[in-house]
């Protein structure tokens, strides 16, 4: 029974440990590293390589960026980050060389069942004592500081409300590609029994008081609506644009909206000039927090912002490497919205959760989060291999066509289409 159970682990170790990401974050965490690093070496010894191509280019200009900073800063202590940064490119080519149907639709439920449990264990842990090493543990309590008394936002199991909401988003999108399906399918018994997750989810992305949260929770919504029906989209688009005020109002903390856009406009023009200092490698995540005290005494963990950061901790080259990649997977996604309409379940899902990590990227960094981040470079890993076995090619169409595509897909009449 013993062998059994470990030949189990053996096969479903990748499964196991992204759910123990929810569950017990620090375990998942350092599960997913484990395996990454035990790839990356696995095809080091098999062929050099094999672990260099234009996918692993993102992962190899960060990891020289972080080696590069090591080196110019004399801080070895960076080199950690290198670490980080092997594991992370070893989960991605782990993921590639995977079958898609074999990881996909199980990182699916496993996210969808993670943002449920989250926002269970968050709003337990608002009304019950938990103690501090459990807290860790779970994940339920701010991580570097301690958490106060009858703090208002949801942290979930992300150590963090901004960090939470960014993992609710992902399950949200997941479940409408789902309810999509159901849609077309005409399997409304599925449709309504999905619904009750959709509302719990949706109350735990305004719980965890994110801003930046609920005005990507809207564009999840406006997407849905975009691809159930783009007649309903236009006319919940003319209505959210007609009661403007109304959703202002209900957005969380929107007393205090110009406030924090000019804290973030400082963070951004500090962090900015960080970089002149360092443009070639940048500082790493780790140094980051310790050139913005030294510069402006003020305690800040990352730039608040997934482009700046990306240019901040990893340099020009790391930026670069960065912005090529959001390029390029923007043209894919884009091209795939309007070439098939009415695709399957797995499209939707991407199509709709791709837009959170930049939705949420451009007022804070959630990718800081490892926890975060590992979860993402599944979602980008499985992506590649699905826009792989494609076989399109990525190219520049004509303004002539990119109008008839709009008119078709927005303007036409429904039996044209």
């Not at 140094?287 to 240019?311: A, K, T, V």
């Not at 993402?376 to 494609?390: F, G, N, P, Q, S």
Request: net charge positive.
């Amino acid at each position: 029974m013993f062998r059994t159970l470990l030949s189990l682990i053996e096969k479903k170790q990748l499964e196991l440990s992204l759910l123990l990401c929810f569950l017990l974050p620090p375990v998942g965490v350092s599960l997913l590293f484990f395996l990454g690093w035990i790839t990356i070496r696995k095809r080091w010894k098999e062929s050099k390589s094999s672990i260099f191509s234009v996918n692993s280019y993102f992962f190899v200009c960060f990891f020289l960026s972080t080696i590069g900073a090591a080196w110019y800063m004399k801080e070895l202590s960076f080199l950690l980050i290198s670490c980080v940064i092997l594991g992370y490119w070893g989960l991605y080519l782990r993921i590639v060389t995977t079958g898609i149907k074999q990881v996909y639709e199980k990182f699916r439920w496993i996210v969808v069942f993670g943002g449920l449990y989250s926002c269970i264990l968050g709003w337990l842990a608002k009304s019950i004592t938990i103690h501090p090493v459990l807290g860790y543990l779970t994940g339920t309590v701010l991580i570097g500081e301690s958490t106060p008394k009858g703090y208002p936002r949801l942290i979930g199991i992300a150590y963090n409300p901004n960090f939470a909401v960014y993992l609710l988003l992902i399950a949200i999108a997941f479940l409408f590609s789902n309810l999509l399906e159901a849609c077309r399918e005409k399997r409304f018994l599925s449709f309504i029994w999905l619904l009750p997750f959709l509302m719990i989810l949706s109350k735990g992305v305004i719980d965890t008081g994110s801003r930046a949260g609920f005005a990507s929770l809207i564009s999840i919504y406006a997407l849905f609506f975009m691809r159930l029906n783009r007649h309903l989209f236009i006319f919940i688009v003319i209505l959210a644009l007609s009661q403007w005020k109304w959703l202002l109002k209900a957005m969380p903390r929107s007393d205090s909206v110009i406030q924090a856009s000019d804290v973030r406009e400082t963070i951004w023009s500090n962090s900015l000039e960080i970089w002149e200092k360092h443009s070639l490698f940048g500082v790493t995540p780790m140094g980051f927090r310790q050139e913005y005290m030294s510069h402006y005494h003020e305690l800040m963990p990352h730039s608040h912002n997934m482009i700046i950061g990306s240019f901040t901790e990893f340099g020009m080259l790391g930026g670069i490497a960065f912005l090529c990649l959001v390029s390029i997977n923007i043209v894919k996604a884009v091209q795939l919205f309007f070439w098939n309409r009415r695709s399957k379940s797995v499209l939707d899902s991407f199509l709709l959760s791709l837009p959170v990590i930049f939705l949420t990227g451009i007022f804070d960094q959630p990718l800081y989060s490892p926890q975060i981040a590992l979860l993402t470079i599944v979602l980008l890993a499985c992506w590649d291999k699905y826009t792989r076995r494609l076989h399109f090619t990525i190219a520049y169409p004509s303004l002539s066509t990119i109008k008839y595509k709009f008119y078709v897909y927005f303007l036409a009449p429904k039996d044209q289409t």
